[in-house]
C-alpha cells in the first residue's frame, strides 16, 4: 500500500482481510500491523547492516500515534549510531529490574529500620528470655517472671503486713510497652525513682535485671543503634540503686539447741525433717524440696542433689539425716481413679505438685515460738558453712558439699574429692552441731530411732 499520514481514522478503517500493514508517510520506519484476529499494534521496521529489524512498539490503544513515531524515531537513531534497538531495550529492562530492585532494597531497609526503632521493650525481652533462660535456675526465671507480671491478682496468701489486696505488677512492666530506644538513662533514673518507692532492695535487684537485659541487646546485632548501653552505667541512675550489702545472717552455737528443739515440736514431720535436714546439708531450698526417693541411697549412704551449677552433685548421707528421711512417709495419692505414688521425699497430698511448696511459714513460726530472729530459709544454708568452721573443716570441701562453684584454680581443676572424703567430714560437721543442740548422732548402724541428751 502506498504510504499514508497515520490519522485515527485511517487506522480505524484500516481493515484487511488477511494480516496487514498500514506505513507511515511521516516516519517512513512506522506501520500499523493488523493481525488476522484484527488487533492492531504500531511497529517499527528497519535494517542494520544486512539484519532486517522488527519491533513491535505498542497496541494502537495505549500508544498515541505522535508517541509512536517518536518512539520509532529513536529506534532509527540507535540504528544510525551502529547499535541493535533489541539489544538496547534488553538493556533498558535489565537496568529498570536493577534500579527497581534497588528501590526495593532500600524500601526494605527502611522498612526494616522503621522496625527496629519501633521494637518495644517487652519485645526484645520476650526475645532475651528465651535465648538465655535455659542457662538460668528455677529461681532467676521466677525472677524475671515477677518482674513482668501486670498485677492485680486477689493475694490469698503470704500477705505481709500493710500490702494491699492486689498484687502490683511487676517493676519492669511499667517498661513492656516502650519503644527500646527510649530506654535512656534519664528514663531509667526515673524508673529507678518510682521503684524505690516501692521497695529500694527489690528496686536494685530488677534494676540489675534490666541492666544484663540490656548489655545482651547491646550485643545482639537486631538491637545495635537502637538500645542505649549507658542506660544503667550512668554515675545518675547508679545514684539511685541501693548497694548491694552482703548478708550474715547465721545461726550462733548457742542458739542450735533453742532452734532444734522448737523446729522438732512442728506438728508436721516433713516441716521438721526439710528444717533439719537443709541445716544439716546446706542445700539450696528449690534443692531440698525437689528430692526424690530415687535421689536417696541408704545402702551406700548418699544423696543426689539436683542443682543449678552442675546439674547435679552427689553428697554424703549423714547418719542424723538419713534417720529424720528413713522416718518420712512414701505417700500416695488418687488421682483421676488411678493409685498413684508420689516421688517426693518431702511430700505434701495436698499439693498440686504433690511435694513441700512453701517450707518457710513453719519455719517463721518455730522461730517465734523459739524467740529467734526470723532467720530466711537460705540463712540456713549459710549456717551450715559458717559453723562447718568450728570443726576446721577445709573450705573446698564444704564448698563440694553445697555446690558451690570452685574459687580457685587449684580447686577448680585439680581437687575432686571423692564421697567417702567428704562423709568423713560431713559427718563430723553433723556431730558437732548435734552436740551443741544436745542430741546424740546415731551410730552408723544404728536404728532410726533417736533420744535427747542432757
Same mark, same amino acid.
Given at each position: ?155 490469698? &496468701?503470704?500477705?505481709?503486713? @500493710? /500490702?494491699?489486696?492486689?498484687? #502490683?505488677?511487676?517493676? !519492669?512492666?511499667? *517498661? %513492656? ?128 542433689? &539436683?542443682?543449678?551449677?552442675? @546439674? /547435679?552433685?552427689?553428697?554424703? #548421707?549423714?547418719?542424723? !539425716?538419713?534417720? *529424720? %528421711? ?129
Amino acid at each position: 500500500m502506498p504510504r499514508q499520514r497515520l490519522t485515527l481514522p485511517r487506522i480505524a478503517a484500516f481493515k484487511p482481510k488477511s494480516e496487514g500493514f498500514l506505513w507511515d508517510e511521516d516516519a517512513p520506519q512506522l506501520a500499523v500491523r493488523v493481525r488476522a484476529s484484527g488487533s492492531k499494534s504500531f511497529i517499527f521496521q528497519s535494517g542494520l547492516g544486512y539484519r532486517d529489524i522488527r519491533i513491535t512498539i505498542g497496541s494502537v490503544d495505549a500508544w498515541t500515534i505522535e508517541a509512536a513515531r517518536e518512539e520509532a524515531r529513536r529506534y532509527q537513531r540507535m540504528i544510525d549510531e551502529g547499535k541493535d534497538p533489541r539489544d538496547v531495550l534488553r538493556q533498558e529492562v535489565e537496568a529498570r529490574k536493577v534500579d527497581e530492585a534497588a528501590r526495593q532494597a532500600a524500601a526494605d531497609i527502611e522498612k526494616e529500620e522503621l522496625r527496629r526503632q519501633a521494637v518495644t521493650v517487652g519485645e526484645a525481652w520476650a526475645a532475651y528470655v528465651a535465648a538465655r533462660s535455659h542457662k538460668w535456675g528455677d529461681s532467676h526465671k521466677r525472677d524475671h517472671e515477677k518482674a513482668i507480671l501486670p498485677g492485680g491478682e486477689r493475694i490469698t &496468701r503470704g500477705r505481709k503486713k @500493710g /500490702q494491699g489486696e492486689y498484687s #502490683l505488677p511487676g517493676m !519492669v512492666h511499667s *517498661l %513492656l510497652l516502650e519503644p527500646l530506644k527510649d530506654l535512656t538513662p534519664e528514663r531509667v533514673t526515673i524508673w529507678m525513682q518510682e521503684n524505690n518507692a516501692r521497695g529500694a532492695t527489690e528496686a536494685a535487684k530488677n534494676f540489675r535485671l534490666l541492666r544484663a537485659f540490656l548489655n545482651w541487646c547491646a550485643e545482639r546485632p537486631e538491637y545495635v543503634g537502637v538500645v542505649r548501653p549507658d542506660a544503667c552505667t550512668t554515675s545518675e541512675v547508679k545514684d539511685h540503686v541501693k548497694a548491694v550489702k552482703a548478708k550474715g545472717d547465721s545461726l550462733q552455737r548457742e542458739q542450735l539447741a533453742l532452734w532444734f528443739e522448737h523446729v522438732r515440736q512442728l506438728g508436721n514431720p516433713v516441716h521438721a525433717a526439710y528444717l533439719q535436714a537443709a541445716l544439716l546439708t546446706g542445700a539450696r531450698r528449690e534443692e531440698l524440696t525437689g528430692l526424690r526417693w530415687e535421689d536417696v541411697d541408704f545402702q551406700w549412704k548418699s544423696l543426689t542433689i &539436683r542443682d543449678k551449677v552442675e @546439674g /547435679q552433685r552427689v553428697i554424703p #548421707l549423714t547418719p542424723y !539425716v538419713a534417720a *529424720l %528421711l528413713a522416718a518420712l512417709p512414701r505417700r500416695t495419692v488418687i488421682r483421676d481413679g488411678e493409685k498413684i505414688s508420689l516421688p517426693w521425699v518431702f511430700s505434701s497430698p495436698s499439693a498440686a505438685s504433690g511435694r513441700l511448696q512453701e517450707p518457710l511459714k513453719p519455719h517463721k513460726n518455730a522461730m517465734a515460738a523459739a524467740g529467734l530472729p526470723p532467720f530466711s530459709l537460705h540463712d540456713l544454708r549459710r549456717s551450715f558453712g559458717t559453723l562447718a568452721e568450728w570443726v576446721e573443716c577445709p573450705v573446698g570441701v564444704v564448698a563440694q558439699i553445697q555446690g558451690h562453684k570452685p574459687s580457685a584454680l587449684a580447686e577448680k581443676h585439680y581437687r575432686r574429692r571423692p564421697l567417702d572424703l567428704l562423709r568423713m567430714w560431713h559427718v563430723k560437721i553433723e556431730a558437732w552441731i548435734l552436740e551443741q543442740a544436745g542430741i546424740q548422732q546415731p551410730g552408723e548402724d544404728q536404728a532410726p530411732g533417736l533420744r535427747v541428751v542432757g
